[in-house]
C-alpha cells in the first residue's frame, strides 16, 4: 500500500505587506490553500480583502 502523501497547496503565500499612500493595509498575511477546501475572506470595509485578492492575482504588487 502507498504511503500517503501530504496535501500539495493550490495557493500559498507568506509575509505578504502592502502599503498604500504609505499607510500599511497588509502586514505579515500567510495564506496556505488545500485542493478541495473552501476558503473564506471576510472582514468589516477597509480591512485588505480586496487587496489580498489583488496582491494574490498578481494586479497588485506587493510592498514585500
Do not use: C, F, W, Y
Not at 501530504?6 to 495557493?11: C, N, S
Not at 499607510?23 to 495564506?31: A, I
Not at 487587496?51 to 510592498?63: D, F, K, Q, W
Request: a positive charge; glycine letters at 14%.
Amino acid at each position: 500500500m502507498p504511503s500517503a502523501q501530504p496535501p500539495v497547496a493550490v495557493l500559498s503565500a507568506r509575509g505578504i505587506h502592502v502599503s498604500i499612500a504609505g499607510s500599511p493595509v497588509l502586514r505579515g498575511v500567510d495564506l496556505h490553500g488545500e485542493p478541495g477546501a473552501v476558503t473564506v475572506i471576510a472582514g468589516p470595509n477597509g480591512a485588505g480583502k480586496s487587496t489580498l485578492l489583488e496582491v494574490l492575482a498578481g494586479t497588485r504588487p506587493p510592498s514585500a
